[in-house]
């Protein structure tokens, strides 16, 4: 089914000003649940809503942000998000190293005590919009084992990077550093399917195919084994360690409601136009385009996609049919609205 | 077999300021050199000596660097190589990197037309050696196909970031973008064995377990299929896009002698004391290192290692016993000895 973007806007931002958050936070986290729902990526969309509002009712995630600056040199800042919503301490903290950058070149903002924000490229793309590369890492609750490991030790810690591209659309990568989405091991045991080499690992820690042996009691492999988790561990390092945040074991998940999570980000922008006169990079950038989109197709392939391609042919397709959800999403957000007493979705 | 360190050192220097290179510019590539083979990153230790030669004698690579600042901000440097030793090039943008970052709490100098520089790892560790976070980045010679592509069109870009740690050594990734070296596929028809699934693509651009197939024609997989491929796209753009250099297809290989390459590079530092107290950073590491090393360890496994680790292992028990070389190696060195007129290695 698709809803009306306006319906779903309208709806996502009562939810949020009923908590008392006020209106401009509410259109932040918002935009962002939309976007990820029009790219398609519905993880990270309004399937969260549910959980957002319940963490906030348990003040586990605050209803006004009170994010403040800890430090702050010529180039570089460290935030305290101060439990805030992890979409408007992020958008806030992007903003901020946007303005870094254009006073030094390049910005760097690190931001600890926030939460959840939902998609990585929403706030890398914040820089593109602008004529500058963002770069945005998270860190999550453990998710994988350490190489050789049998116990969630580290995130499949998101990273995108955005690059504004000549024409037309952003170059967009937007990658968590699993190998694979937990939802393709389910979707692997339902159809009685194994599933390929290097993406679950079983209780004991050790490689399966069986995606049983990944959901009881095993895990999802970092992508590329020592390559995927070595990423990851840098990851932890560039958020959780170099605010004074958390990281690992102290991130609790955010289906944990007993406890704060305390998630950290990373958002480096570099403003283009001050290495390069923008007409350069722009078209070197039409250049790569072309060698990458124009190369000789693979048997059977009749288009090669750029990172983020896809995803903005879907939003494009559906800014004008409305954003999708599955009925299971829909049901859910009508029960918050029983609950908050605001007016249900309707299709 | 293996050689003393200080031998070498000697033969290595001799070698580049016999072609009239300033001594100190010999001693940088030495040293990239030398520690590739004490890390046993054979591929890019003094087996790469004699391409160097080669491409030197036919000023493909300058014999003195030539290295200006084409445009410099508050906290960003575009550098010209202007064809000097990739290794010098690199190591003189990453003092300047690490001067920038003191100045503003990060730095970045982007360069182009530089050379192949070795091993990524050896500049990172520049920054993390003086309590700074580094990450290095640099473009190549297009090496992989684009998905569903069936030409090659991206460098296996390498990635490098290091973070110093509490105790002992930096925590240091290094890696490349395919899924595998090269030299596995190699090594896989040598047995007369299969290559595991996304290790490998056929001429017609379709995955192959067969290593005939990668080798007549075909090509190397990026590591995780679209995001390997994503982060050398990226790679390319934060390398010769951002700099007006070269990328993709208009870098040669470094073994076509008839043409220059034109290698760029992104040279990224953090100085951690001007976002948190280094004893909060130290602390912090010392918390992630021990959560990742004394994490529960899968059936079979004794150790749980942190990315480079094994490296500085290997590093360790080379510097007591010599560089690892193999007979090959040594034979070649030993011909450009005698074209040099300089002393021959001995054992």
Known sequence: ????????RQFSNQCFTKLDMPQEEAEIITEVLLEADLREIHSHGFLRLPIYIERIQKGLITNKADIHIEKENAATVVMDGNFGAGQVVAYKAMEKSIEKAVENGIGLVAVKNSNHFGITAYYSLMAAKQD??????????????????????IGNN??????PAAEGNSI????????????????AKEKNQQIPEGWGIDAKGLPTKNPDHVI?????????????????VMGEILTG?????HFSKMIPSMYDLNQKQSISHFLLTIDIKQLIPLEVYYSSMKQLISYIKDSKKAEGTEHIYLPGEIEFLKEARNR?????????????LNEIARELNINALTL
């Open 1 to 8: 089914m698709h809803i009306s973007i306006e319906q779903i």
């Open 132 to 153: 500058k590369i963002g770069i945005v890492i998270s860190n999550v609750a453990p998710l994988m084992p350490a190489i050789g490991g049998a116990e969630k030790v």
């Open 158 to 163: 998101p990273i995108s990077i955005a690059a």
């Open 172 to 187: 967009v990568l937007d990658m968590a550093l699993s190998n694979t989405a937990y939802g393709k091991i389910l979707f």
């Open 216 to 232: 009881n009691g095993g895990f999802l492999s970092p992508v590329g084994g020592p390559k995927g988790f070595g990423l990851a």
């Open 241 to 245: 360690v170099l605010t004074g945040g």
């Open 320 to 332: 004008e049919v409305g954003v999708p959800m599955q009925g299971e999403t829909f049901k859910k």
